[in-house]
């Protein structure tokens, strides 16, 4: 394996670390949470479609409950599960999920 830079590949729109990441459907690529430009928990995504090469966040409705980064996350069930990290530099232990399918 090795890494390559040179694909055409468009920019996340906002700046995120610590955040989580899961492929979906084997077509969405969704970042989800981290912290955010000012440094600030965030409990939305930003979505890349493979198909179409583009980003987009995701609409409000989608936020998860609690805002977090350092967190994991995964796909079961046709749901997106984000499982502890933490919120303000406090580990929280909450888990959630949401159903890409309703």
């Known amino acids: ?3 390559k830079s040179d694909l055409d590949l468009p920019d996340i729109p906002g700046r995120r670390r610590y955040s989580a990441a899961v ?3 084997e ?3 969704v970042v989800i949470g981290g912290y ?3 440094d600030i ?4 995504s930003f979505i890349y479609d493979i198909s179409s090469n583009r980003w987009s966040s995701t609409p409000t409705s989608m936020n998860m409950i609690e805002a977090r980064a350092c967190h994991t996350a995964a ?3 046709g749901k997106i599960v984000v499982a502890a990290g933490s919120y303000r530099n406090i580990d ?3 888990v959630e999920c949401i159903d890409v399918d309703a």
Do not use: G
């Open 75 to 77: 796909v079961l069930d």
């Open 27 to 29: 077509r969405y690529f």
């Open 1 to 3: 394996l090795k890494w």
């Open 36 to 38: 955010d430009e000012q």
């Open 23 to 25: 492929l979906l459907k």
């Open 41 to 44: 928990n965030a409990a939305s």
């Open 92 to 94: 929280i232990s909450s």
